[in-house]
């Protein structure tokens, strides 16, 4: 059978209170906890003032602003280049894939890219059994597919932040008729703002910008590619500022 008694005793500072009781024929006990009022009250004192402490460090001008608020040129460089770097894996993989479907060398694209240091010799890279050069024909190639990588990272950043300030906030529509502009005005500045006047004065040619040796497509296509894969990443590297949880005690 049980037995419940509920009472409260309060002897000067302290307060009693006696739980219920269970009876048994094994064990008949009480289960008495005490509080003490001034320690209890020391304790909520102490929660209140902690509070207080932490809004006015959070609303205090000279300790509120934190590295991780506002434009953050770090993050945004660092996320850049990672873009970038994903964007010019995917656009040299395609092409890659894509120029025997055209009776093209596999690695043409980086043949023709390294026209601009090495002149018309970097197209019969890889094309006969003797190397042009004193190291190895694959290992150029390789250093010229490393290159186009690297650009590839250097352009992301740009690319990037101009994708933060237009697109941020919008849909993934949005962001990829912005990269589409963005990817063809960088293929336009690059081919026919830089590089068709660039390379004849430094090579005496103009082999990145020949139609017959990289048609314009296929060069354009290069760069909706790497605009789109920035695009479609993008949501994964959104700036997230860094906010402490409220303390507690």
């Avoid at 690297?150 to 300030?165: C, D, K, Q, R, S």
């Amino acid at each position: 059978m049980t037995d419940w008694n509920d009472r409260e005793q309060i002897e000067g500072k302290n307060l009693t209170t006696v739980l219920p009781v269970v009876a048994s024929p094994f064990d008949l006990r009480n289960i008495v906890v005490s509080i003490d009022q001034q320690k209890a009250s020391g304790l909520q004192d102490f929660r209140t003032r902690v509070h207080t402490l932490r809004r006015e460090l959070y609303i205090d001008d000279s300790i509120s602003e934190s590295p991780d608020e506002g434009f953050y040129a770090r993050y945004y460089i660092t996320t850049g280049l990672v873009l970038g770097l994903f964007g010019a894996t995917i656009s040299l993989l395609i092409n890659v894939m894509g120029a025997p479907l055209a009776g093209k060398n596999p690695l043409e694209l980086i043949r023709v890219y390294l026209t601009f240091p090495l002149g018309e010799k970097a197209l019969q890279l890889a094309e006969g059994s003797q190397s042009l050069y004193a190291i190895g024909d694959g290992v150029i190639l390789a250093i010229g597919c490393l290159l186009y990588l690297v650009t590839g990272m250097l352009l992301g950043v740009p690319f990037f932040i101009a994708l933060v300030g237009l697109t941020e906030g919008r849909s993934t529509l949005y962001r990829m008729v912005i990269a589409t502009v963005l990817s063809t005005l960088i293929w336009a500045i690059n081919f026919w703002g830089i590089l068709s006047w660039l390379q004849p004065l430094l090579f005496g040619g103009n082999w990145i910008t020949n139609p017959q040796l990289l048609p314009t497509s296929v060069a354009l296509a290069t760069h909706l590619i790497f605009g789109w894969t920035m695009a479609l990443l993008y949501p994964w590297s959104e700036f997230q500022a860094y906010e402490q949880d409220e303390l507690q005690v």
